[in-house]
């Protein structure tokens, strides 16, 4: 017998059979490789930032760096601090006009782009879908826009009656001619009696969108917060649903469930929520945080300033529904307890019959994310609800605390990377080989021409919901018809490509 030998007869010495790498060494290698095509220097700044995955989170050399300025002249999928406030937080705030405060660019840039739905009467009293800018020009940059922006709040109030309220959202040339848009907006404010939100969010400030969601919220507490009453009046089960956008009727559904549970949602922010919810949060029992990168800030503030507790919860798929759903219901009393239990009860077979359907379809799929502040953590157990695997996931303008979370949700040694550059994540895709690519709009051609089936999830590629139970399905269908796509069959990813054949010595000349 020659098993575990090499050689041609049995005196050779038995040759030990090589041992697999170790997951996180394996890991690491990819990382090794894919970063080698830098120079040392810029090498040596993004290994500090993709590392593979310590579930326990007690191996400091696996800890990501982040919330770190991305590198001059590498493209990055990051935001910029109006995107973060004008984008994320107030634009979807339905009965309020958002005035983009600069030149036209930006503005049109985010007009319209996240699918926030909103019920109501477009131009009448929800302007969701509308894009105000105070258009800067040359003259404007010499002279100062505040005459301007005074007349400009003056059409809105005479256009728009219904509108109850401004919002204005400085873009980078306002804050870098020192233009004082407060004094603007509170003589205006008082002028047309109408609260007028000045807003410093221009996009040169701070690391990425996120500090945007953070100086957005601090507007919201000292402009708005605590200012008006809940409509409904105050009950015992009152939440405010926070950093839920709506995206695809995400907040509708995410909504229901609470409403199955027994509790009476007061306030959305901010998708398809109003001004009076963001002044009258103040009232709810507890607020429910979705997206915690977002909304943490003002959440933090309502518990020290009105002892109001908070509880993040994850509404993607039916694990993290069922879980966060009792976790919720802790905060009150056995009447919604009782009615959460029988809630899950009614919810469970609707889950099995879609994991019955789809499961056998997605089962062992590998997938990669590259996303914003709740996605690449909070859909992990979505898919794994499917029998699908996350193979490498990340950030665009994630903390530290986020990836904190993020390790417990993921398994040993998997990819985990904040911020990388394009050439990165498509190298890492080409390593990692998986099924599918979940990323934004400016990734989703470039996997296509790879031939790798991806969907845009920062606004469920024009489908949604994806939150609650109804999201499941709509989830789970949205997968299996992306990976499953016949036109799949015309594409060769990279890794099954041939080889080009070697140059032939001497090949093209004259001898």
Request: glycine share 10%; proline share 6%; charged share 25%.
């Amino acid at each position: 017998m020659t098993t575990g030998m090499t050689g041609n007869n049995d005196s050779d010495p038995p040759v030990a059979a090589k041992a697999p790498p170790e997951p996180k060494a394996a890991t690491q290698r990819v990382i090794d490789d894919v970063l080698a095509a830098y120079p040392e220097k810029l090498r040596k700044f993004r290994n500090k930032h993709v590392k593979p995955n310590d579930p326990s989170g007690t191996d400091k050399e696996c800890e990501v760096k982040s919330n770190i300025k991305s590198r001059p002249g590498v493209m990055t999928q990051r935001g910029c601090a109006y995107a973060g406030s004008k984008g994320v937080v107030f634009g979807p705030v339905k009965d309020m006009v958002h005035l983009s405060h600069g030149p036209i660019g930006c503005g049109q840039y985010s007009w319209g782009g996240r699918r926030n739905y909103a019920t109501g009467t477009p131009g009448i009293d929800n302007f969701v879908n509308f894009q105000f800018t105070s258009d800067f020009q040359e003259k404007d940059i010499v002279f100062g826009g505040n005459k301007k922006l005074a007349k400009i709040t003056e059409e809105i109030s005479e256009l728009f009656p219904l509108a109850r309220g401004i919002s204005l959202q400085s873009e980078c040339p306002v804050g870098l001619i020192g233009d004082d848009i407060e004094s603007v907006a509170k003589t205006q404010g008082e002028a047309l009696n109408l609260p007028i939100i000045p807003v410093r969010c221009e996009g040169f400030r701070g690391v990425s969108q996120s500090l945007g969601h953070h100086i957005a919220n601090d507007a919201i507490r000292d402009f708005l917060l605590g200012t008006k009453e809940p409509m409904v009046g105050s009950g015992d089960y009152d939440v405010a649903l926070m950093g839920d956008y709506n995206i695809g009727g995400d907040a509708w559904a995410s909504r229901r469930i609470l409403e199955d549970m027994g509790l009476r949602v007061i306030a959305q922010w901010s998708g398809d929520g109003t001004l009076q919810e963001l002044a009258s949060a103040h009232r709810a029992k507890i607020s429910l945080l979705h997206c915690y990168r977002s909304m943490n800030y003002i959440s933090i503030h309502l518990e020290e300033e009105y002892g109001i507790p908070w509880e993040e919860y994850n509404f993607f798929g039916p694990t993290k529904i069922v879980e966060s759903m009792r976790r919720i219901a802790e905060h009150f009393d056995d009447s919604i307890k009782e009615k959460t239990e029988q809630a899950i009860t009614r919810y469970e077979p609707y889950f099995a019959e879609v994991q019955a359907r789809y499961g056998p379809r997605l089962a062992g799929k590998r997938v990669m994310l590259m996303l914003g502040g709740l996605r690449p953590r909070h859909t992990i157990g979505a898919y794994e609800d499917l029998g699908m695997e996350v193979i490498g996931t990340g950030f665009e303008f994630a903390h530290k605390d986020d990836y904190a979370k993020t390790a417990k949700e993921l398994g040993d040694a998997v990819l985990v990377y904040d911020d990388p550059p394009a050439y990165e994540l498509e190298e890492y895709a080409k390593a990692l080989k998986p099924d599918l690519m979940g990323a934004g709009i400016k990734e989703k051609y470039v996997y296509h021409k790879m031939g790798v089936p991806f969907r845009q999830m920062h606004s469920w590629d024009y489908s949604g919901p994806y939150h609650g139970v109804e999201g499941f399905a709509v989830f789970a269908r949205d997968m299996d018809t992306t990976i499953s796509s016949p036109s799949w069959d015309l594409f060769t990813p990279p890794w099954q490509a041939p080889s080009p054949a070697p140059a032939l010595v001497g090949a093209g000349s004259d001898v």
